[in-house]
Every structure is written in structure tokens, then in C-alpha cells.
């Protein structure tokens, strides 16, 4: 894997891709005015850094990038149906599938403390980098960026590894079973991202983890709702719907 710079590059910016490429056990490569298609080429997929944010470049030229518009849009937005299932008062809440962050910037900015993990090494790189340094105007948005926990593990393990009720609120949005035509971003994402469906065993260490409840996305024909006992929380005329698992009694 290699690391290169956009083509305004200047002393400071190669520099930090440099420090960059050390990092991520990455090798460093001047981009010589390069196009996007002859780095490809001559490189395969490749981390691109410009002077605002680190993006990776596809086999199929796609762009994976962060940028919280989607989220910033939802914050704004009078009511959330993924916030109103939350509850009122703040939660600490893990998101097993951090993805772009998108749910977990609107979990984080209604208030929560949300802990993030997200298992594909590329999609944990460029998100996480741009979390920790998105400029803003929208001061809610950047204390909702910087708050984020990100963690680089797969759901499974880390759940294994911890204590029994150590969240009030577990999280899911695992991979669409179904093709949903949708932004550009999400495009770059799918051939990075892990596919795995939620499982019994993930099921099984979700309850004991969490304190209150366990959510999950999905598709509206997925059966994982069925399939795992959530309660499906039926959204008309959207194409995901919610589910719920109230695990809080006894605890």
C-alpha cells in the first residue's frame, strides 16, 4: 500500500504523508504531477492525502473520503428516528459499525458518549483521521467529531472483551443485504467494508455488554430483524427501519 499527495502539494504536506506512510506501515510516493489514473496504475489503490483530509483511491478510481453532510443534515433536522429511540438523557453508547459515521456523529451530537469500532483497516484510517481533524463552522458538528472514541476491531472480539454491562446502548448498522442506490461515498465504501450479517454469538455478547437496550439497521426486507428477535421499529416509506432489543431487565 502506498501513500501520496494531492497534486498541490507543498514542503509541509509531504512531510505529513510521509509521517503518515510510517504509520500506517505504508510506503511514501512523490506524485511527480501524476493523474489519478496513472497513480493507479502504476500503484493499485492508494491513500491520497490533500490539505484538509486523507482519502483512499479504489481499484475502480472511486474516492473514499469523510465528510459528515449526511450527519450534519440529520442533526439539523426538528426529529431523528434513531435519536428518538435512544431516550432522553445521555448514554454511553458503542457503535459496532462505525463505517462512515454517520450514526454515530448524530448519536455523539444529541448528546451521548458514543465509543465507535470499525474493523476494515482502510475505512478506520480515513474516517478516524477525519474525526479528529474536520474543520467546521458548525461548532455542534466539530465537538460531536472530536468526542467520537474510534477504535480499530472487529464487533465480536471486542465485545468478548468486555466487562458485563459496559454500555447502556449497543448499536448495529451492519452492511445493506439489499442494493440501495446511494451516494457516491457509499459507493467507495462497499468494496472495503466488511459483509458480515450479525450472528447469534455476536447477539449473545450484545446482551450481556449492554445495559439497556441493542439497535440494529437494516434493509426493510431483511429478515435479521426476525431472524435475531428485534423488534422491528416499521418506518413507511423508508427503505431502512430500526430494531430493538430491551435488555434491561434484571440488570
Not at 510510517?22 to 511527480?32: I, M, N, S
Not at 451492519?174 to 450472528?199: W, Y
Not at 454469538?201 to 426486507?221: Q, V, Y
Request: contains cysteine; negative net charge; proline residues 3%.
Amino acid at each position: 500500500m502506498i501513500i501520496t499527495t494531492s497534486l498541490r502539494e507543498n514542503e509541509s504536506l509531504i512531510a505529513r504523508a510521509q509521517e503518515l506512510a510510517h504509520e500506517l506501515g505504508a510506503d511514501y510516493q512523490p506524485r511527480r504531477k501524476l493523474s489519478l489514473a496513472k497513480c493507479l496504475d502504476r500503484f493499485g489503490p492508494f491513500y491520497l492525502l490533500y490539505k484538509d483530509r486523507l482519502s483512499f483511491i479504489n481499484s475502480d478510481a472511486s474516492e473514499l473520503t469523510f465528510h459528515p453532510d449526511t450527519a450534519a443534515l440529520r442533526i439539523k433536522a426538528p426529529h431523528d428516528a434513531l435519536v428518538s429511540l435512544l431516550g432522553k438523557t445521555p448514554k454511553a453508547i458503542l457503535d459496532t459499525t462505525m463505517g462512515l459515521a454517520s450514526d454515530s456523529l448524530v448519536m455523539a451530537a444529541a448528546g451521548n458518549q458514543v465509543t465507535a469500532l470499525e474493523s476494515q483497516d482502510v475505512i478506520f484510517q480515513v474516517v478516524s483521521s477525519g474525526l479528529a481533524s474536520y474543520q467546521t463552522d458548525d461548532k455542534q458538528l466539530e465537538k460531536a467529531m472530536r468526542s467520537i472514541k474510534a477504535i480499530k476491531s472487529d464487533s465480536l472480539s471486542f465485545l468478548k472483551s468486555q466487562a458485563d454491562h459496559s454500555f447502556d446502548i449497543i448499536y448495529a448498522d451492519p452492511m445493506f443485504s439489499e442494493t440501495i442506490k446511494e451516494s457516491e461515498n457509499l459507493q467507495a465504501i462497499k468494496p472495503l467494508a466488511n459483509g458480515s450479517r450479525l450472528t447469534e454469538e455476536w447477539l449473545k455478547e450484545a446482551k450481556r455488554a449492554a445495559r439497556e437496550k441493542i439497535i440494529i439497521k437494516a434493509h426493510f426486507r431483511d429478515t435479521v430483524f426476525e431472524e435475531l428477535g428485534f423488534e422491528r421499529q416499521v418506518r413507511p416509506n423508508q427503505k431502512l427501519h430500526y430494531g430493538v432489543m430491551d435488555v434491561s431487565e434484571g440488570h
